[in-house]
């Protein structure tokens, strides 16, 4: 695999990670494998050596760029399980009395989808359809979508840097490997006032499949449209068995990549698609960046509608099973024990290879990964929707509606969220009974509010004549005097001025579904609320693991305990701070606990109405449930500004309530 330059195999780094073996070797690095003390399992050390060729002040400036790209990896990889997971960053001395950053990362243990396209090629394998290899390759343009919403590049997208677990035909777990490492390379580039001309040395991108831009700046400059460009070579070489750009050196691939009379699409290689799939690889693979599609998500949600529109695709009839997805715990910790709401407080109340990005690629995740993939946004085409349900899944009558996304553009209107879908575990198996168990579901793209909707667009739709106007009392069985004195003040259209940026409450299901659908959305569906404020891998609340605070979500603080004891309605403080708001606070008011996918306020302030009616949950994988099919009572999610536990505002928590009834702490935000 590679020479043990650095003497590191056998020793012991950090005093846990004991060096076992050199696994894979490149021009600015050396990946050992290493065994960590304390869990006994593998890791990858990737050791960058080339720093010790550089001038003292030009490795505080790699330094402080490794260390930059290196939190942007562990930002990233926190946040899918598409992306590999990085562990640790620090510096070794390389035994030469120089001091090397390395990372640790998660061991893997499989094959690039390099080799394994050489190995399908060596044996005359059949050729994958267009259907096999956007399933293969959907978790990687779910991982690129989610840099692309953060402005963030690969720039170094390419079959060695897509790493397979598993059988690649069958269900296999596929993972982007070398974020932020082609940015590290270039720098380094130009402090040694060097560039390769070809992929067998160290270079910031590989030639193969660069983009225009990439080889010379007279394009434009590189950015999430470059990845767009080498993601769709990715697919058109998996699916022909085809290198889609030819040349021997530098120039040829520079000429090749920029030439205006050959694009490398589909049909250019070989493989018969139709019309409007051969157009979304035109466009992904336009010598202009600003000619292409702008995000990896922008490109994928094109692609699958192009798919969806045309005869010959499966992919509107059947899904993959997605059981290799797996989660590792993020830590440790005693479980909150969950506490039902109290009725003063209830809502109304091998195989190895290099894992360098610079050559073959290999090592195993600890914890597994997702394997998922998109299904597109609602077309305009009530038909082509409807297609797109597997059997057996029901889909809310408002999603069948016309739609004004536009075609191929993978947008969503104005105040909504793109929310790319994928798989994830529903539930939680330590929560309350109405949370378990824990089970694997599969939702595709979707829009949704970015925030509840407030007094002001509920009005202007009641004022219309297009909606009922909301409540001015609450209404719930058995609601005593005192808490009507208490409670009716704080309907929100009561002072639709002053609160007009505080979410819409008193509103009982039918009127919040019908306001949806008014607006050409829809009420979400549990799986799709829950999935866009927790996303993917398994985060404990919105924004991550870290405890609920005043920070972080409007709940029940010191000023919601006053205002209980004024009112005579007894409260538990969640935490032991004056958060700003007694009651719901105007939406947007806490953005640090925004969802992965960008959601505000999606737990805490209101409750909010979903599609479903309650039923408890099944263990079986289910692909775009949309709960049972009649019943007494809608879920609820996301607790509200007088939640008193931390467990009541865990994305998994849901809670049942009667779909007529009208409280103060209940209210909705749509989809569509």
Known sequence: MGVDTLKLVGRTIADKYVVEAVVGEGGFATVYRAMHLLWKRPVALKVFKAFRDFSADDRKKLLAEFVQEG?????????????VQARDIAMIDAGDGEQVPYMVLEWLEGASLEQVLEGERDRGAQLRTLDETVRLLNPIAEALALAHRKGIAHRDVKPANVFIVGDARGEPTVKLLDFGIAKVVSNAQKIAGTFAKTSGMVTSFTPA?????QFSRSHGATGPWTDVFALALVVVETSSGREPIDGDDFVQLAFASSDPMRRPTPRALGVAVPDAVEAVFEKALSVRPGDRWQT???????????????????????????????????????????????????????????????????????????????????????????????????MPAAALAPSAVPAGAGACPDGMLLIPGGSFFMGSDEGLPLERPAHQVVVGPYCIDKYEVTVDRYKACSDAGRCKRAGTTNQWADITDAERKAFDPLCNVRDPDVRKKHPINCVDWDMADKFCREDGKRLPAEAEWEFAARGPDGRKYPWGDDDPTATFLNACGRECMQWGEKNGIPQKAMYDVDDGYANTAPVGSFPKGASRYGLEDVVGNVWEWVADYYGPYSKDEQRQPTGPARGDERVIRGGAWNGSYASWVRPTFRYKDAPEKRSYGIGFRCAR
């Open 71 to 83: 939190a942007l990896l562990a930002d990233l990889s926190a946040q899918t399980a598409s992306i």
């Open 209 to 213: 499949y660069g983009a225009p831009e």
């Open 296 to 394: 990896a998500g922008d490109f994928w949600v094109a692609l699958l509608r192009a798919m969806r529109a045309a005869p010959g695709y499966a992919m509107a009839d059947a899904m993959p099973r997605a059981s290799s997805f797996g989660l590792r715990p993020l830590e440790i910790t005693a479980p909150t024990v969950p506490v039902a709401p109290s009725p003063a407080s209830r809502p109304g109340a091998g195989k190895a290879g290099l894992w360098l990005g610079l050559g073959a690629a290999a090592l195993l995740a600890i914890g597994g990964g997702a394997s998922f993939f998109f299904r597109s946004l609602p077309s305009t085409n009530a038909g082509a929707v409807a297609a797109s349900v597997p059997a057996g899944a029901a």
